[in-house]
């Protein structure tokens, strides 16, 4: 059984700094693509970042240089470590695990969310 487990959310006041972790279980973690999104109340679920099996990262635009994802493959864990948090990056986070075997064969998971709040 898969599970992605998230952690490390709650409330911090701005530019303060969150760590969330996502524990992967039943899952070949290193083949994996690990990704960070976020959603917001009314809006769409966006990417915050994600990090390939080969340890290349990307990060939505508005998160470049506070956030900053990384994994480790021996303990089945990402993380993205979030910095000079805004109000605005308050949202359920929702760690996610992808991997395209081929054009017709793809398996993708996804956690239960962390809620995380920035207050003013």
């Known amino acids: 059984q898969v599970q992605l487990v998230e952690s490390g959310g709650g409330l911090v006041q701005a530019g303060g700094s969150l760590r969330l972790s996502c524990a992967a279980t039943?899952?070949?973690?290193?083949?994996?693509?690990m990704g960070w999104y976020r959603q917001a109340p009314g809006k769409q679920r966006e990417l915050v970042a994600r990090?390939?099996?080969?340890?290349?990262?990307t990060y939505a635009d508005v998160m470049k240089g506070r956030f900053t994802i990384s994994r480790d493959n021996a303990k089945n864990t990402v993380y993205l470590q979030m910095n000079s948090l805004k109000p605005e990056d308050t949202a359920v986070y929702y760690c996610?695990?992808?991997?395209?075997?081929?054009?017709?064969?793809?398996?993708?998971?996804w956690g239960q969310g962390t809620q995380v709040t920035v207050s003013s």
């Open positions: 996610n695990a992808n991997w395209i075997i081929s054009a017709t064969v793809m398996y993708d998971y």
């Open positions: 039943g899952i070949r973690f290193s083949f994996y693509t």
């Open positions: 990090i390939t099996s080969g340890g290349i990262t």
